[in-house]
């Protein structure tokens, strides 16, 4: 039987403050038969996430510019590799450009908050709609709705974990936020009771896999998928259709 092209667009890897190399992350993608991957900066390089006062410095943004640099220069013959900028509230759109895949906007409700009303939070979106790039946000679900319905109604926008940490699925699903037609989700570690019903009541068109390693396991994330998406073309949307469709809408990039 023939392997289905596979993409798994939600993985993080990082050696500053966590030991996620290249090589790690890849031998588990090896093993699950996965040849593209969306590479995510560690939340662990972007901030201190557990000190809830946190202030950005100049030492922060370097070191995130060397996470970024870290999955910029990776390469590997055998594999399509989809850097992701982590934003942070220096909004560093400057740094911005073609060469990367999408964006991650990223906090959970404990931890220092984004600073939304920062006039360079509107230049970096602005810079982020001019390039096309989708938008991976995790926030709470105040946020995640004044995001979507305020400040980058236009953005595309994919929310991980089907929802679960974004308020939940079906507070989501209540408020109408799957049927807009920009917002897309992923599949990583999210429920199979949740995946079911999201295909069946909003198609396969805006569902896209991902692991969430190394939270989640590549191979055995890719054989939910597998066994909740029935047929070969929803499959093969959920696994690799659907992020090609969103990265060739974007401009091209130099050796992309």
């Keep these: 039987m023939a392997v289905l092209p596979c993409i798994d667009c939600h993985l993080h890897c990082g050696v500053q403050h966590v030991a996620w190399p290249w090589p790690s992350v890849r031998s588990r993608l090896v093993a699950a038969h996965i040849t593209g991957a969306g590479l995510i900066p560690p939340v662990e390089d972007i ?23 870290y999955l910029r220069s990776l390469q590997d013959p055998d594999f ?12 560093a759109w400057e740094e911005l450009d073609a ?6 906007w990223h906090r959970h409700d404990n931890e220092p908050e984004y600073q939304y009303d920062d006039p360079r939070c509107r230049q970096f979106l602005a810079r982020a709609l001019a390039l096309n790039l989708p938008i ?10 004044f995001f979507l319905r305020e400040l980058a109604p236009r953005a595309t926008v994919i929310i991980p974990h089907l929802g679960l940490l974004n308020g939940g699925y079906h507070r989501l699903k209540a408020l109408g936020i799957w049927e807009l037609p920009q917002v897309y989700a992923d599949t990583a ?18 569902l896209l896999f991902g692991s969430d390693y190394p939270f989640g396991d590549p191979l055995a994330e890719k054989e939910k998928v597998l066994s909740l998406t029935g047929s070969a073309a ?3 949307a959920v696994l690799a259709e659907n992020w090609l469709r969103l990265q060739a809408a974007r401009p091209p990039a130099a050796g992309r």
């Design 80 to 91: 399509t590799l989809y850097p992701y900028f982590f934003v942070w509230n220096d909004f």
């Design 234 to 236: 929803v499959q093969q």
């Design 47 to 69: 901030y201190d996430r557990h000190d809830r006062s946190f202030v950005d410095s100049p030492a922060w943004q370097e070191c995130r510019r060397r996470a970024h640099h």
């Design 99 to 104: 060469a990367y895949a999408a964006i991650k």
């Design 136 to 145: 991976l946000l995790e926030e709470s679900l105040a946020h995640t709705l």
């Design 189 to 206: 570690l999210a429920g199979p009771a949740e995946i079911t019903d999201y295909l069946q009541n909003f198609g396969a068109t805006r």
